[in-house]
């Protein structure tokens, strides 16, 4: 849009400059014609002048006594005026033999441009009576304005006329640029935005001429802000909700398919073991489910820059999640490791506490049996980081860009996922102003997550 807008203000300014360079060619070239015509008057006035020169003849050649007219302009025009005196028949009596030819065949003059030495002349040829009898009389002249405005349209109206528009062009687009560069600049900062900033831009900083359209900008920023904040009041609430009824349906659960295990190995009561089991694992999804919906809302990145950071040990926070995925991993042979160095970094430590229990989760679970997860923390490049890598079936190269998706879970997976997990770590982590980057693990084998952290 705006280098349409540039593009059009440079036609626009520029298109008058070069039409009035044409115009001013035009009248130099009707200057010139007047001046040629009055030059083609002058020139017929002087032919009756030289047949009257003509006082007599010597026989051959006529005698001449030039009339002072005819002498003034041979003088004032050295070397471009000439003239002579020819019989009917076109043979030179007096004058510059280059000026014979063939005569006119009325009494009519006759003018025409010549070429000669390289000049061009305006000639004039008229017969003429005088004492020696009928001759033709032709006059020329070599400073025709014609021939000088040919040469001087290029010099003295094409070149000037195509540097000033040079230079006007290069102007007008430099004022152009200072004009539009607080448009651009709007331009610019609305390309930068993340998709997931709705925040007002400032009208001030913004010309008097775009500000309605900032103005109409801000109004629908805030039409889908008050949406989106909406939409995550209402996923809070519903998976606030949840939970109670959840996490007391779980325990009953729970309960059952304990004591279905228990009596049903004692033969006492026969309880439906396998459904149970089933139910369980249903109800423990949900309740992940619901737990991690709430932490995504929680979770979201324009709700949390107004919270204030704190100092966050990271070293600490990987022995706490070590800690709590213990068990989890034990129970499937996993070999559950630590390599942790002391570093500290500004963040909100509850969401890095969350972020890095859905990474573990997500190594632990999806780890095959016997395999192996670590939990790094540390400094690398001078950058504090944490990472989680695992051996497991990792992801292939393509998946890679699409499972930080919510609910998008990997073609083929076989252990239980709502695909929420990473999804929240994204959210956690651009939160602190960074993403997570996927790669595979040591030796091509499973899948290393890293969260680089400013210092």
Not at 20 to 26: G, Y
Not at 162 to 174: M, N, T, Y
Not at 287 to 307: I, V
Not at 354 to 377: F, M, P, Q, W
Request: with cysteine.
């Amino acid at each position: 849009m705006t280098s349409g807008l540039r593009r059009r203000l440079l036609v626009m300014l520029i298109t008058p400059l070069i039409l009035l360079a044409v115009l001013n060619a035009w009248f130099d070239y009707r200057s010139a014609d007047n001046v040629a015509t009055q030059q083609d008057q002058r020139l017929l006035a002087l032919v009756p002048l030289v047949a009257d020169s003509v006082i007599g003849d010597t026989g051959d050649k006529p005698l001449l006594l030039l009339a002072p007219p005819v002498e003034e302009f041979l003088k004032q025009r050295p070397g471009s005026s000439a003239y002579a005196i020819t019989d009917l028949d076109g043979k030179v009596l007096h004058g510059e033999e280059w000026l014979g030819g063939l005569p006119p065949s009325d009494t009519a003059a006759e003018f025409h441009s010549e070429e000669h030495n390289g000049t061009t002349w305006r000639i004039v040829r008229q017969r003429q009576q005088t004492v020696s009898g009928d001759v033709v009389v032709a006059v020329s002249d070599g400073s025709d304005p014609r021939q000088q405005w040919a040469r001087s349209i290029l010099f003295k109206v094409l070149l000037p006329n195509l540097v000033l528009i040079a230079a006007a062009a290069f102007a007008v687009r430099w004022a152009v640029q200072r004009a539009l560069k607080p448009l651009l600049a709007l331009k610019e900062a609305v390309e930068r935005r993340s998709p997931r900033d709705l925040s007002a831009i400032d009208e001030g900083a913004s010309p008097e001429e775009v500000r309605p359209l900032v103005d109409s900008l801000n109004r629908l920023f805030g039409l889908v802000n008050a949406q989106a904040e909406s939409q995550r009041r209402f996923v809070a609430d519903a998976a606030h909700q949840l939970r109670t009824p959840l996490a007391g349906l779980q325990a009953q659960v729970e309960a059952w398919a304990q004591a279905a295990g228990t009596t049903g190995q004692q033969g006492t009561l026969a309880l439906p073991t396998e459904q149970v089991y089933k139910l369980r694992n249903a109800t423990r999804r949900t309740s992940q489910l619901a737990n991690q919906l709430l932490a995504l809302s929680r979770a979201d990145a324009r709700g949390m820059h107004a919270q204030p950071q704190q100092r966050v040990d990271l070293k600490s926070l990987c022995e706490d999640g070590l800690q709590a995925h213990l068990d989890a991993a034990t129970a499937r042979h996993i070999d559950l490791g630590l390599d942790a160095a002391p570093v500290q970094v500004m963040g909100h430590e509850w969401l890095l506490r969350e972020l890095l229990a859905n990474l573990v989760d997500n190594a632990v679970k999806y780890t095959h049996e016997g395999g192996s997860v670590t939990i790094r923390c540390g400094r690398r490049a001078g950058d504090p980081f944490i990472e989680v890598e695992d051996d497991g079936p990792g992801v292939d190269a393509s998946e890679i860009p699409r499972i930080l998706e919510r609910f998008y879970r990997v073609q083929g997976t076989v252990a239980e996922g709502n695909g929420l997990g990473l999804a929240i770590a994204e959210e956690i982590a651009r939160v602190h102003h960074s993403h997570l980057q996927l790669q595979p693990g040591a030796g091509g084998r499973g899948l290393k997550v890293t969260l680089p952290l400013p210092g």
